[in-house]
């Protein structure tokens, strides 16, 4: 049997070799940024930042809120902000929200369950040093629940973690409020 | 290749997570409210709990008209006592008269069974707060089962040259309190002045006072505004009416609103009135610039030593016996070798006699005879040596009651009012010839005739009614070694042991035969 030896495989010359490295590294980098940019953009929302007590807007929207200063702040510029107490007890999710203030507040209160079981107080309204309208209710002994403004409205659903009480963060919660301006 | 491009991503990744979460700071704390200048007490508490020796407290109950009341009367005569005095008497008086309407019977003092405890009389530390229905309910304060009207005191000041009580009158039963009110009466025993408590604030205390009160209440119900908190009319009226329960303590000045309280910003929050009375303490510096001069000078007083008028003598102190069960205890034919002793006694349960001496003994005793007066008893004439005075001539009946009369001037300095012939014996000839009243009883203890002690003192105890007069003897012996158990046993029926000339309301009689007072 006539061995008959391979044809070998002829390479590629040099320069086309360079080429498809090139091509790798710019497709690399270009997964690389685009990934970047995209994860810039969904995690920039994700990042928590030290409030400096300046007020912010809320998306597109005309309300505003003052953080108080060192608190932690994610969302910051969207019209859901959520924000903590600078020692991460307190959580409060402040967002800008549709309808009246008292369907808003039994739409907050309703979705806040702090304590399983812990059913909304009874709502309080008061007027605010701002001049602002306020509906609030407690929930349970963590939960508070609490709407500022009547036509056009900015909700606040706040909890704190165990074992501290709502009782021990109502000031904190009531200067948050004052930096409302739905 | 294939390697790098998943590793750059997990280094992109791991930067932009690490960054998502900022740290915490465990030592931050929670900012609080800021602390309203006035602080909430028990109301049960006694704010400042005053004991002052020499009170003349009292108690009466009448069972007739439904009604129990505790007052205590500064000790003492003179224009600013008997003034003070007269204030506390007439808050008596006034749910006197109101029960005397409601069941159209007169008032006339009541003494008690044996045994009914008011010797416990005066004033009740704690009185001013304790709910209404339970001071109604308790018999040593309240009416007969609980059903009528009470006026109780509570002292409150007693720093420096102010004395000062409040009284509380409350009416109704069990099913109903009709009404509560409380004054605190207060007086400068130096200058004499006399004020309530609402003099010691100025016109912007109760506003003032109030929104501290509804700030305070508001964030109890939850409040969450940082607005300064208001107040409406109605609140401050009922704030300012509540100051007249003001009592110094030693933080500051305590007010009591009665239960119920609210205002137009608590309502708005949802918050319900308070149930029972709020008791507030606002503290000295808080209240300074919300007083008056006067109020100032109160406060200033808080740590000075009480300089009001001291006890003096039983027989010295106001008594009104129209008001207080009274029972005029005379002592026969002494002096004698137990009247100093039975003075000791009377002097220990703040009690006044009347001592009928006979001449012939005063000059022996004259020491005796004068610390009797001293000390506020009544020494009257019981002739010269105690003969049958009906038997006598004019000119000797005269003789036996001048003589004496110029003995007891001599030994005490003041003349003698009246007389108690020997024996009870007169005609109209003694009492012609004496130019005094005669001074019988209508309780004799018969100490003479060799009862034992147990029945001196159950005769003594158990015989006298509202006016009586109470014929013994401080020269029998039993009579002095009964005396303690006789004025304990007579205060614990509500008694006041009073002179002849406090038993005759209207002083003693000019003439005629008087048996009681009645």
């Known amino acids: ?182 | 290749m294939r390697r790098i491009v998943p590793c750059a991503s997990l280094l992109a990744s791991a930067f932009a997570l690490a960054g998502c979460v900022a740290e915490t700071d465990g030592a931050w704390r929670p900012p609080a409210w800021e602390p309203t200048p006035i602080v909430e007490t028990e109301p049960s508490e006694t704010a400042n709990p005053v004991t002052v020796d020499g009170l003349a407290g009292h108690r009466i109950r009448n069972d007739d008209l439904g009604l129990q009341a505790r007052f205590t009367y500064l000790p003492g005569r003179d224009p600013v006592v008997d003034e003070y005095n007269a204030t506390v008497e007439n808050a008596v008086w006034e749910l006197i008269d109101t029960r005397s309407e409601a069941t159209a019977i007169d008032y006339r003092p009541q003494a008690h069974d044996v045994g009914a405890g008011f010797a416990d009389r005066g004033c009740v530390d704690g009185a001013a707060g304790r709910p209404a229905a339970d001071l109604l309910g308790d018999p040593t304060i309240g009416p007969v089962d609980g059903d009528g009207a009470l006026v109780v005191c509570e002292i409150v000041l007693a720093r420096g040259p102010f004395f000062g009580q409040r009284i509380r009158a409350i009416a109704g039963g069990p099913a109903e309190i009709v009404a509560d009110t409380q004054l605190t009466h207060l007086v400068d025993t130096d200058s004499g002045e006399l004020f309530d408590a609402n003099a010691l604030w100025n016109d912007q205390a109760a506003a003032v006072i109030g929104v501290g009160i509804i700030d305070r209440m508001r964030r109890d119900a939850g409040a969450l505004t940082l607005a300064a908190p208001t107040i409406d009319p109605a609140a401050v009226e009922t704030v300012h009416a509540s100051l007249s329960t003001t009592t110094p303590t030693p933080d500051g000045l305590r007010i009591t609103l009665a239960g119920g309280f609210t205002a137009e910003a608590l309502v708005e929050l949802g918050a319900p009135a308070h149930a029972g009375p709020i008791s507030i303490v606002i503290p000295a510096e808080t209240a300074q610039p919300l007083l008056t001069d006067l109020g100032a000078r109160v406060v200033a007083a808080a740590e000075e030593p009480y300089r009001g008028p001291a006890r003096g003598a039983a027989g010295l102190d106001r008594i009104d016996c129209t008001l207080l069960p009274c029972v005029a205890l005379t002592y026969d034919d002494g002096p004698g070798e137990h009247t100093a002793g039975m003075l000791d006694t009377l002097a220990d349960h703040h009690a006044a006699a009347t001592f009928f001496v006979q001449g012939q003994y005063i000059a022996s005793r004259a020491d005796v005879v004068r610390r009797a007066v001293e000390e506020g008893h009544a020494v009257e004439n019981h002739s010269w040596n105690h003969p049958h005075l009906p038997a006598l001539t004019p000119p000797e009946i005269v003789r036996q009651l001048k003589d004496t009369n110029a003995a007891i001037l001599d030994a005490t300095g003041v003349p003698a009012r009246a007389f108690r012939p020997p024996y009870g014996e007169h005609s109209p000839a003694v009492l012609a010839a004496a130019g005094m009243p005669a001074i019988l009883w209508d309780v004799d203890v018969r100490d003479w005739a060799g009862l034992s002690d147990a029945e001196v003192t159950r005769q003594a105890v158990t015989g006298p009614e509202p006016g009586s007069i109470v014929l013994q003897h401080d020269v029998q012996e039993s009579t002095a070694r009964t005396a303690d158990a006789v004025y304990a046993g007579l205060g614990d029926r509500g008694f006041s042991l009073v002179t002849l000339g406090q038993l005759f309301t209207d002083g003693l009689p000019s003439s005629g035969a008087w048996r009681s007072a009645r």
């Open chain 1, 1 to 182: 049997m006539e061995h008959v030896p391979r044809s070998p495989q002829p390479r590629p010359p040099l320069r086309t070799r360079r080429r498809r490295w090139l091509v790798g590294i710019v497709i690399a980098l270009a997964v690389c940024i685009g990934g970047g940019i995209a994860a810039a953009s969904v995690l920039g929302d994700l990042q928590e930042e030290v409030a400096d007590g300046t007020r912010l807007t809320m998306g597109e929207t005309d309300s505003t809120v003052i953080v108080p200063e060192g608190w932690l702040v994610r969302g910051a510029g969207h019209d859901v902000l959520t924000v903590r107490t600078p020692d991460g007890v307190l959580t409060a999710r402040v967002a800008v929200a549709e309808g009246d203030d008292s369907t808003a507040l039994d739409r907050v209160a309703g979705g806040l369950r702090a304590e399983p079981g812990a059913d909304p107080g009874a709502p309080r309204h008061e007027v605010l040093a701002s001049g602002a309208d306020v509906v609030h209710a407690d929930i349970g002994t963590r939960g508070l629940a609490a709407v500022v403004g009547t036509s056009s409205v900015v909700t606040l659903a706040a909890t704190v973690e165990e074992p501290a009480r709502m009782a021990d963060y109502r000031r904190a919660v009531a200067e948050l409020l004052e930096g409302i301006r739905p």
